[in-house]
Nanobody, 122 residues
Framework: QVHLVESGGGLVQAGGSLRLSCVASGSIFSINRMGWYRQAPGKQREVVAVITSGGTTNYTDSVKGRFTISRDNAKNTVYLQMNSLKPEDTAVYFC????????????????WGQGTQVTVSP
């Protein structure tokens, strides 16, 4: 119903920047929340940033002041601008959205992308 594709991951040095993008496609009626999660080896997946349909944002404490989440509703796209990257930011980053589809309009479902690797060297 909804397919999410992330891009923009890569290898950078500490202090560098990356911009992640995620495009949602499929039989979308509306998208409520969109966000980014990450998972490092041996650790559980954690929320990084979330943005509502109204533009309200929320960040985990460890990325506040460094990361910025934004969205382009016309393109069904969410972005994560990551500045001042640290080695501890190394993880697979997953795109997330909560959406209504054209087929099911009475309840939302959660959807996940395949993940994109972000590696920050010291």
């Amino acid at each position: 119903q909804v397919h999410l594709v992330e891009s923009g991951g890569g290898l950078v040095q500490a202090g560098g920047s990356l911009r992640l993008s995620c495009v949602a496609s499929g039989s979308i009626f509306s998208i409520n929340r969109m966000g980014w999660y990450r998972q490092a080896p041996g650790k559980q997946r954690e929320v990084v940033a979330v943005i509502t349909s109204g533009g309200t944002t929320n960040y985990t404490d460890s990325v506040k002041g460094r990361f910025t989440i934004s969205r382009d509703n016309a393109k069904n796209t969410v972005y994560l601008q990551m500045n001042s990257l640290k080695p501890e930011d190394t993880a697979v980053y997953f795109c997330y959205c909560n959406a209504l589809t054209r087929i099911i309009r009475y309840a939302t479902n959660d959807y996940w992308g395949q993940g994109t690797q972000v590696t920050v060297s010291p």
